[in-house]
């Protein structure tokens, strides 16, 4: 198993027929089309491979022949993993480890408008403040188990502020839900929710989300928003997205990480 530099990118991209360079969204633009480098490419073989895996946080794109050497070396040191792959890939997952959830995802396109956005961005609660994530709040988010990945994919602050965006809603200094960006590219970005256990079903997540994509359609920038469940899905839909295809997946999550 091989990770290769981000020279070489282009080079293996073509050589494995790896889809780039549409003029739609794609989180595969977090790898070849952005200004950070938050995607890890690995091949089986430099000489003509024939498996190959793009990493992207805890989303991990299968390409080629499934191969279960490849795969259990390239996921046994990772915590959680997330499969984006063929069926055969998926299954050839579920037979190497022994804790895996399959699931539905779903991909959903964005077709609101701002004014709906702004109308949710003025509907805070008495006592609750909007605030950007800035360099206190980076720092804070990497402390707190439910804010990690509002920024764990930003090796510093100064990335995330250059390239990144996100939003908390606060109440007397404590952060009670957020939404930010998870993954780049010079498109757009996708997205992270996450509410504070405790905070759970106040709708707070609506507002913060609508914060965050009324701010990315101003700068130009996609809101991807893949749903990790029907919950997630629902709330997207309120916020002007279509379900575009749902679609299975496996995730795989190693306890002695």
């Not at 609508?210 to 709330?235: C, R």
């Amino acid at each position: 198993m091989i990770v290769l530099s981000r020279a070489q990118y282009e080079v293996y991209r073509k050589m494995l027929n790896i889809p780039a360079d549409t003029k739609e969204w794609s989180m595969l633009d977090c790898c070849f089309d952005s200004p950070l480098n938050q995607a890890e490419f690995v091949v089986d073989r430099l000489d003509c491979p024939k498996s190959a895996a793009i990493i992207l946080g805890d989303f991990v794109f299968l390409f080629g022949e499934k191969n279960r050497t490849f795969l259990t070396e390239l996921l046994s040191k990772r915590k959680t993993s997330i499969l984006m792959a063929e069926e055969e890939y998926l299954q050839l997952a579920q037979e190497i480890f022994p804790k895996t959830k399959r699931y539905f995802r779903y991909k959903m396109s964005f077709q609101g408008n701002l004014t709906q956005l702004t109308q949710w961005t003025k509907s805070f609660p008495q006592g609750y403040c909007l605030e950007a994530i800035d360099e206190k709040w980076f720092e804070e988010c990497k402390k707190q188990e439910w804010m990690k990945d509002f920024c764990s994919q930003f090796s510093n602050y100064r990335d995330y502020q250059q390239h990144g965006l996100g939003f908390l809603l606060t109440k007397e200094g404590r952060a009670v839900s957020g939404a930010s960006s998870y993954l780049i590219s010079r498109k757009g970005l996708a997205i992270q929710v996450q509410t504070a256990p405790e905070e759970e079903g106040q709708g707070y997540a609506t507002l913060v989300s609508a914060a965050l994509i009324a701010k990315a359609l101003e700068e130009g920038k996609y809101p991807d928003w893949d749903a990790d469940n029907e919950t997630s899905a629902h709330l997207a839909q309120k916020l002007g997205y279509c379900l575009e295809k749902r679609y299975p997946t496996v995730m795989i999550e190693n306890e002695m990480i």
